[in-house]
């Protein structure tokens, strides 16, 4: 196994790690609400009037906080992804984690982070499952064909 040093990113990679574990442990102490982001989304299917404020704007600083992020950091922490798929896998890849997401009864986020940290046996399980899943496809698409 060869590891592509100039694509590894562990201190951006511990900045996002470490942010979205401040922002998880805040939202729940400040809403009681499990920062999940498919029960975000989903609470906005049909939306509430009272409670689609909160959501879109959680999104809308989503969708905003990469482009930020380009204008205010140093050059060198700035690098475009790497997708090398066709756009019909990528397609394909979205619309299966959205399934698992709701075989799941959650996202990778709301059972990894925060199921994890409050030591739910239900968020172990769906963890390991799509963490294997995930492993499991890079040893077949990468490794296998």
């Given at each position: 196994m060869m590891i592509d040093w100039s694509h590894f990113t562990p201190w951006s990679a511990l900045t996002g790690g470490v942010l979205l574990g401040v922002a998880s442990a805040l939202f729940i102490l400040a809403n009681g609400r499990i920062l999940g982001i498919s029960g975000i989304i989903g609470g906005l299917l049909p939306p509430k009037p009272a409670d689609a404020a909160w959501r879109?704007?959680?999104?809308?600083g989503m969708f905003a906080a990469p482009w930020l992020f380009a204008l205010l950091a140093p050059a060198e922490f700035i690098s475009a992804p790497r997708i090398e798929t066709s756009?019909?896998?990528t397609i394909a890849a979205g619309l299966l984690v959205g399934l698992g997401t709701r075989y799941a009864?959650?996202?990778?986020?709301g059972?990894?982070?925060c199921g994890l940290s409050r030591l739910s046996p239900r968020s172990l399980v769906a963890t390991l499952s799509f963490m294997g899943a995930g492993f499991g496809t890079v040893l077949i698409v990468r490794h296998w064909l």
């Open positions: 879109l704007s959680f999104l809308a756009t019909l896998t009864s959650g996202c990778t986020s059972h990894g982070v």
